[in-house]
């Protein structure tokens, strides 16, 4: 590839035990991890030691931190917001000691899941959001929201809303083309209202109707078409795998322009298998 591109991914999909992603990564040439889950927790919930701990492993084998794979935003909008509002804090104190200023974040799940619900709730959306905001500004944080279905952020429009009010150095949005087409969003529309937002990349794609997530290029995410207007336009922010192929088996009914992969598709996945597929799978959109 002439262009370096900065590939970083969820590596709790690969095995839990922080010694096993590391190894998973550097046997991929992977220099960074957006973590999430690590040794049996969040990072977000480990005290000060086992972060310290988990740094200096990382320090050691050479990967830095993209991100903080945070559940922050990943609550119902009625449930009690101050002891979130904690975490959230920790949060900020945690990337701090990782060396990065990413932290990933949601917009609170809202009930009822519908157009008229959204707009029951907004007002109490943008008060948390705008909390986080604040204190992100104050603390030198930088917010990436992620679009996810059940969200108030679900669809397009209201991330725009959200990026509207609150964008800035420290809310930023992560494009997520598999949460888009897994809420019926389309992709190209999304990314026509949020594009000049977007500061992060989650890789995977999906069957539109289904939801199924696949390797990107094979589904209806229109990976490779956005990919090519980022980085015609000057992105240089991170692709972060996230593969979500542990039952994924059905590849071979999927071949598009003669691509094949080693894998036996007639089983499920390990960890390591999925991880390398979805960036072997990355790496063919990046290179074409």
């Known amino acids: 590839m002439s262009r370096e591109y900065k590939i970083t991914g969820f590596a709790d999909e690969i095995d839990g035990k922080l010694d096993v992603q590391i ?37 050691n084998a050479g990967i830095s931190l993209s991100a903080l794979g945070s559940p922050l935003g990943k609550i119902g909008i009625t449930d009690a917001f101050e002891k979130h509002f904690d975490e959230f804090k920790r949060a900020i104190e945690i990337a701090h000691m990782m060396d990065t200023r990413n932290i990933r974040m949601f917009s609170f799940y809202i009930p009822g899941d519908s157009k008229e619900a959204r707009a029951k709730y907004k007002d109490d959306v943008f008060d948390r959001i705008g909390k986080f905001v604040d204190y992100a500004k104050k603390n030198d944080a930088v917010l990436l929201h992620e679009n996810e279905k059940g969200i108030y952020g679900e669809k397009a429009p209201e991330c725009k809303e959200l990026m509207d009010e609150f964008a800035c150095e420290n809310f930023r949005a992560i494009f997520d083309f598999a949460n888009f087409v897994q809420a019926e969003q389309d992709t190209l529309e999304a990314y026509g209202l949020l594009k ?10 999906a069957i539109w109707g289904s939801g199924k997530v696949v390797p990107v290029g094979y589904g209806d995410g229109n990976v490779k078409k956005i990919l090519d207007d980022l980085f015609c336009n000057g992105f240089d922010g991170f692709l972060s795998l996230e593969p979500h192929l542990f039952e994924f088996k059905g590849l071979a009914e999927l071949e598009k322009g003669g691509n094949k992969t080693e894998i036996d598709a007639s089983r499920n996945l390990t960890g390591f298998e999925a991880f390398s597929l979805a960036h072997e799978s990355l790496l063919k959109i990046l290179q074409q």
């Not at 992977?30 to 990382?58: P, T």
């Not at 000049?196 to 794609?205: F, G, M």
Request: aromatic share 8%.
């Open 23 to 59: 190894e998973s990564l550097n046997k991929l040439g992977i220099k960074y991890v957006e973590m999430r889950g690590v040794d049996g927790n969040n990072l977000i919930f480990h005290d000060n030691a086992k972060v310290s701990e988990i740094k200096k492993k990382l320090d």
């Open 196 to 205: 000049r937002y977007i500061s992060y990349i989650h890789i995977k794609d």
